[in-house]
C-alpha cells in the first residue's frame, strides 16, 4: 500500500444527501483559457435570475449542504454576480465565488462582500491564457496569488482559496506553493491542487464509449482533446509523495475514495498549525472527525469552509483539541517549547491552513469509471443532480458515457465453440 494508506486516514462522512458543497453554474461564459479546464466555453450563455432560484430549490430539496461553490465558466462574467451571492446568503448558506479573477474590481469586491460573500477560490495556474502572465513559472505566479490574498484580506472577513490544475511539468512545483502559502497563512487559508485527466488519455484510446446502446464519439468532449501533456495518471498521491520532498511531515489527515476503487484517494485533506515562518504540526483523523462531528451536531450540516476569524485562532483551537489529536498535541508542544526559548518574544499567533488535494475521475482498464465517492461538486442540470466535471457528456450526449474495452467486445463477438 503507498502512502497514505486510507485505512489510517479519516474518511469524510458525506454523502450525496448530506455533503458540505452545492456547485452553481450560473453562467458558461469565460473570460480566460485554461488547458485542463472541463467545460466547453462556447455558448457564452448567462442563466436568468429566476433559473438560479430554481436549481437552488433542487440543491435544497436533495441536499443538506454548508456552502455554495459558485462557479462556471467565470461567475465574475454574470451581469447578476452580487445578486446570486445575496440570494444564497439570503437562504442560509456560505457563497463561495470559483473565478479567475480578471473582472475582480475592489468596487465589485466590497459589494460581494456586502451581499454577503464568504469566499473566493481563485484558479491560477500556467497553463492559462492570462494577460501579462502567459509563460510565467508556478512560483513566479505566486506574485500574482499574493496580489489577490492581499486586496481581499483588506477588505477583510473573506475566506482565500488558491486551487491550480497539476500536470507532469508543474508537478515539481506544488512543494513551492505550499511554502508560499505558508509564508501567507494570515491571508491564505486553502490551497487546492487538481490533478489533470483527459479522457483520451490512459486506458481510453483501448475502448469504445457508449451512452445506453448507443457508441458515441468522446473526440467533441473538451476534455478529450489533446493537449501535449504526456502523464495522464497523475494521482493525489504522487502529489503528496513530491510535497513530503521539502516537507518530510506533510500528512493528510482525511479523504474521499473512489466509487470503483476503495483505496483510491479521490480527496485527500491535510490542515495544520504554524505561523507565517513555520509549520508547527499537521492535524490528525482524530482533529478531522471532532470538527466535521460537531459542526454536524451544531448547524445540521458538515463543514464547508471556516471564516478566517476561525482559523486565526490556531492557540485556542490547538489547546481545545491537543488531548484527543496527537498531531495537534505536538505542534502544541512545539510552539509551547519555542515561546520558553524566546521568551521577551511576543506570542506569535498561530494559524490553521489547509491543503487539499483532488484526483478526478480515473477510467479503468475494463471501463469502469472511478468517480468521486459523494463527490462535493454536483451541480444541477435539467432539474437533475449530476456530476459537474462531467457534465458535457449530458449536453452533448444526453448522458454519462461508459467504456468498453475493445478486445471485450469483440471477444463477445466470437461464435460459441461447438459441442461434439
Not at 103 to 109: E, G, H, K, R, S
Request: proline content about 6%; overall charge neutral.
Amino acid at each position: 500500500m503507498h502512502y497514505p494508506d486510507h485505512r489510517t486516514l479519516y474518511r469524510l462522512p458525506w454523502s450525496l444527501p448530506d455533503n458540505p458543497i452545492a456547485w452553481l453554474e450560473p453562467t458558461e461564459a469565460c473570460n480566460l483559457y485554461c488547458e485542463g479546464c472541463y467545460r466547453a466555453n462556447q455558448y457564452q450563455g448567462h442563466k436568468p435570475l429566476a433559473q438560479i432560484e430554481e436549481e437552488l430549490d433542487v440543491f435544497a430539496r436533495h441536499r443538506t449542504f454548508d456552502g455554495v461553490s459558485i462557479a462556471g465558466g467565470d461567475p465574475l462574467t454574470h451581469p447578476d454576480v452580487v445578486s446570486i451571492v445575496s440570494r444564497v446568503a439570503a437562504r442560509g448558506y456560505k457563497p463561495i465565488l470559483n473565478t479567475n479573477g480578471l473582472a475582480l474590481t475592489d468596487d465589485l469586491l466590497r459589494a460581494l462582500k456586502g451581499a454577503g460573500l464568504m469566499g473566493f477560490t481563485f484558479h491560477i495556474d500556467s497553463k492559462q491564457a492570462r494577460p501579462g502572465w502567459k509563460g510565467k513559472t508556478e512560483i513566479e505566479l505566486n506574485e500574482l496569488r499574493l496580489s489577490f490574498a492581499e486586496r481581499v484580506a483588506r477588505v477583510g472577513g473573506i475566506s482565500c482559496a488558491f486551487n491550480a490544475t497539476v500536470y507532469e511539468d508543474t508537478l515539481q512545483y506544488a512543494p513551492e506553493i505550499v511554502a508560499w502559502a505558508q509564508r501567507h497563512i494570515d491571508k491564505v487559508h486553502v490551497v487546492v491542487f487538481i490533478a489533470y485527466r483527459q479522457a483520451s488519455g490512459a486506458y481510453a484510446e483501448e475502448m469504445d464509449f457508449y451512452v445506453g446502446r448507443d457508441r458515441i464519439a468522446m473526440d467533441d468532449l473538451v476534455y478529450s482533446r489533446p493537449t501535449g501533456a504526456t502523464r495522464l495518471d497523475i494521482s493525489s498521491r504522487d502529489v503528496v509523495a513530491t510535497i513530503r520532498d521539502r516537507f518530510p511531515e506533510f500528512a493528510p489527515c482525511a479523504y474521499l475514495n473512489g466509487t470503483e476503487k476503495a483505496d483510491s484517494l479521490k480527496w485527500l485533506l491535510t490542515t495544520y498549525v504554524g505561523t507565517d515562518s513555520e509549520i508547527l504540526g499537521y492535524a490528525g483523523p482524530r482533529f478531522m472527525e471532532l470538527a466535521q462531528s460537531l459542526h454536524h451536531w451544531r448547524h445540521g450540516r458538515f463543514l464547508a469552509y471556516a471564516p478566517p476569524a476561525t482559523l486565526r485562532h490556531g492557540r485556542s483551537i490547538a489547546a481545545a483539541t491537543w488531548p484527543i489529536d496527537p498531531g495537534i498535541r505536538g505542534a502544541l508542544t512545539r510552539y509551547l517549547a519555542g515561546t520558553i526559548r524566546r521568551p521577551l518574544r511576543p506570542f506569535p499567533r498561530l494559524h490553521l491552513q489547509s491543503v487539499m488535494i483532488i484526483q478526478p475521475v480515473d477510467i479503468l482498464a475494463d471501463g469502469r469509471m472511478n468517480m468521486c465517492d459523494a463527490c462535493p461538486d454536483i451541480t444541477v442540470h435539467e432539474g437533475e443532480l449530476v456530476w459537474s466535471c462531467r457534465l458535457e457528456e449530458r449536453k452533448a450526449h444526453g448522458g454519462f458515457a461508459r467504456g468498453v474495452p475493445r478486445a471485450k467486445r469483440e471477444a463477445a463477438k466470437q461464435p460459441e465453440p461447438q459441442t461434439v
